[in-house]
């Protein structure tokens, strides 16, 4: 049974930093791509950032290259998004998936990030 828990999320300032924990179960992370996306209010699902099974490297959205970073811990089954930075835009319900192609039939529960000053 595929799950997938994000947390980590929150209301920071402008300019700050969160780190976006993503724990899963059901399946390994050896080899499965795994993305992050984030969704606003009114907005549709779009693709922020994943990570493949492969030697690709991780793939960013223009939005958050240079301030976003993905990673994983394999023996921990945890899939982490490191975001700097934040910005206004930022805000947004931010979750994790085994697929790098917002059509996934797996979701979590997804995780708050508000910024605000």
């Known amino acids: 049974q595929v799950q997938l828990v994000e947390s980590g999320g929150g209301l920071v300032q402008p300019g700050a930093s969160l780190r976006l924990p993503c724990a899963v179960s059901g399946f390994t992370l050896d080899y499965q791509p795994i993305g992050w996306f984030r969704q606003a209010p009114g907005k549709e699902r779009e693709g922020v950032s994943c990570?493949?099974?492969?030697?690709?490297?991780?793939y960013y959205a223009d939005s958050v290259k240079g301030r976003f970073s993905i990673s994983r811990d394999r023996a921990k089954s945890t899939v982490y998004l490191e975001m700097n930075n934040l910005k206004p835009e930022d805000p947004s319900v931010y979750y994790c998936?085994?697929?790098?192609?917002?059509?996934?039939?797996?979701w979590g529960q997804g995780t708050q990030v508000t910024v605000s000053s």
């Open positions: 990570i493949t099974g492969s030697d690709d490297g991780p």
């Open positions: 998936s085994p697929d790098c192609s917002s059509n996934s039939d797996y």
